[in-house]
């Protein structure tokens, strides 16, 4: 007699021969113990909570202005020794940013490619950067698009580095120094910890309100920086019966005098610069939620970088007009606490009130950054899960609904509760009603996001708090910015040069400025990986020892990027082991669906996507149905 489970092992074989045009199928025809719950189910947010042109705009405004713009001027002027080539550095900066956006939307737009009614075309997801090195470094591969080299690599990166501990401790250093209270390694790690937290917590409970809080930060830094300027204004014009240094610092014949001639200094200079423009690709990594992307996405990046480079320019020209080049060059001096001094200072007896304003608008900025990054880079890290390239996958790249939603509606079902009863005049209205806050999140990511924070965080509790910031910001600015924006570039310029990709034939995006942006920003990007090696002299040689060594940045990187290269081989012994062992094989299946935005006629968007993470017969993958079916259900090349 035929036992069940044997019944049922031949009709689910029966049923793959006979459907195999089922990407669910194809998926899950070997019953593993291991297949099922390694399923990941997503899906888009409904579209009235999707993000639109003014959420686009503030994630970049929010992203990008963070602690640089007010900590980087003084590292800038003292590496260049120059105002003239500071302004130039600056300036370059709005170049490598225009450039680098440029790169984004085009690989956004345009990658990954999937067949939608017979047409084969670019659907935007989430993810950003690492969709763009998927999709056009595909070798090595542990199979074809499962487990790339680049993936591991990446992901081993972004899930160490990418995330927002060095903002949380200058977040916890500036809120002290604006409460007036000693700084202490304990409290600014207490405070660190707990900014971290919260902005996790506050994008796994609600959505919608961590979205709502970022777009007000960018509110406020806007709101900021415009202060700044108008204050350099008025310094000009003698409001602050002060000196001004317009013309000392700017004028044609002095601006460009006593330049520095150390390799180091410039190369520190400029890492400063790259990482106060970073940020501009935000939207590229929530790509997926954002309401009619195609147009939504490029306008609102555009309009982004267009303020920040007009803030960032104005905000340094104003630091040229108050602060005098011999008192920002000075090693102990912060270029942005000069300014507040020299100004606000000059009519106030308070002589702490300056930097306790300066500081004050430190936390805020950076606070700023914690909420938007945490929203972004959870998103990363959950696609990087739906690779399969990390353990408990599942839990990494599932949303959950653990929404301030289900609360209310559980106080509402319950019509004699004390809330209820209390509070029915406040839970009647609209904007709580349980609808409007029921959103899925990234729950998985966020914790994996959450923990790699605390680690960075801990880590580094040997160094002073200020010290630990600088060695963070120089790692995810070498590694996160320069080596992958480097790596984009190459990628780019692969595509355009390439008559095998045919990549005229799938971007609508001018070649000219698509080959000249990939230039810049690869040039901009190679400059600091290189010249990093090169040990500082000079009076930086003289300078009191640094808390760490010259090729710490460098060193630590390649670290964790050939980390992610180990990690790499290691599965592919794994794979190797169990191949003959239990003659089985690893299978990344994914079953996208689309939808067109807007309806009836609008470009098509990927609204569903099922992902199964298969260990799977070898029997079976080798079939040609299932070879056949695999290749409908990846992106095409």
Known sequence: MVS??????????????????????????????????????????????????????????????GTGIFNSPATVIRGTGS?????????????????????????????????????????????????????????PAYRQRTVLLVT?????????????????????????????????NSAVRGLAVAAATFACLIHALSRRGGIWLGNAFAVIKVMMLLLIIITGICAWAGAFDTKTYAVDNMAVDRAFSDPADEAYGYTK?????????????QPNYVLGEIRRPRKTMPIGTWIG???????????????????????????????????????????????????????AFMAVSSFGNIVVMTFTAARVKQEI????????????????????????????NDKHSFINRKFHWLLSKPWLDPREHSQETPFGALFLHWSFTIIMILATIHLHPSDAYGVLVDLYSY????????????????????????????????????????????????????????PPNGKFAAAKKAVVDWYTTPTVAWSILGFGMLWYVGFNLYAMRRARKDGVEFQVQRVPEFDRDPQPNGPPIQVHEKVYLAWVGQEFSHMPQMEEERSRSRESF
């Open 4 to 65: 069940t489970a044997d019944q049922f092992t031949e009709s689910r074989t029966e049923e793959v021969f006979r459907d195999y045009e089922s990407s669910i199928n194809s998926a899950i025809f070997e019953i593993l113990p291991e297949n099922i719950p390694n399923t990941i189910i997503t899906k888009t947010p409904e579209e009235r909570f999707r993000l639109g042109y003014w959420s686009v705009i503030a994630l970049v405004v929010n992203r990008v202005i």
């Open 83 to 139: 105002v003239g080539i500071t302004l130039l550095f600056w300036l370059a900066g709005a170049i490598y940013t225009i450039a680098g956006a440029y790169l984004n939307i085009e690989f956004g737009l345009s990658t990954p490619r999937h067949k939608f009614e017979g047409v084969e075309q670019g659907i935007p997801r989430s993810g950003g950067t690492l969709n763009y090195l998927q999709y056009v470094f595909t070798w």
């Open 152 to 184: 591991c690599v990446f992901a081993a990166a972004y899930i160490i580095l990418g995330n927002m501990a060095g903002n949380c401790l200058i977040f916890g250093i500036r809120t002290l120094e604006a409460a007036n209270v000693e700084i202490t």
């Open 269 to 281: 200079a400029f890492l400063a610069v790259i990482f106060a423009w970073s940020g501009f690709d």
């Open 305 to 359: 970088v267009s303020i920040i480079c007009c803030l960032y320019l104005l905000v340094n020209v104003a630091y040229m007009v108050v602060v005098p080049k011999i008192e920002q060059v000075n090693p102990k001096a912060n270029v942005a606490l000069l300014f507040f001094q020299m100004t606000f200072g000059a009519i106030s007896d308070d002589k702490q009130l300056p930097g306790r304003v300066l500081a």
């Open 385 to 412: 899960a739906k690779e399969g390239v990390l353990p408990w996958a599942k839990f990494f790249g599932q949303t959950k609904n653990l929404s301030f939603g289900r609360l209310l509606t559980w106080i509402q």
């Open 479 to 534: 590694t996160i910015i320069a080596v992958f924006g480097f790596a984009i570039s190459v990628a780019m310029l692969k595509l355009r040069f390439s008559a095998r990709a045919r990549w005229r034939e799938k971007s609508n995006f001018n070649p000219f400025f698509s080959i000249t942006a990939a230039f810049l920003f690869a040039i901009g990007s190679a400059y600091p990986i290189v010249a990093s090696w090169v």
